[in-house]
């Protein structure tokens, strides 16, 4: 089933740009994904257990790369948001 999810990062440090890019660019790594950043929010787009498994990965990776954070999802099964141009 694909699946769209919107993931926001607010990391618990002053330098908060680095843990956002980072996890940006780890999630990117994950070729089987759509994934489009913007300024507020990332959106991830695939097979739901895809999504699932690939996003809690990347937050195990930045949660011991980065330390605290707090990350806020809005998943939308049956759903593709980004559409192909």
Do not use: W
Not at 47 to 60: A, L, N, P, R
Not at 61 to 70: G, L, N, T, Y
């Amino acid at each position: 089933m694909i699946t769209t999810v919107d993931i926001s990062m607010y990391p618990f440090c002053e330098d908060f740009k680095e843990p956002i890019l980072g996890f940006i660019k780890r999630i990117q790594n994950y070729h089987e994904l759509k994934v489009m950043p913007s300024a507020t929010s990332t959106v991830v787009q695939g097979d739901f257990h895809h999504v699932m498994q690939s996003i809690q990965e990347t937050i195990v990776s930045c949660q011991e790369e980065f330390k605290m954070a707090v990350y806020v999802l809005k998943i939308i099964p049956g759903y593709g948001a980004i559409q192909e141009i």
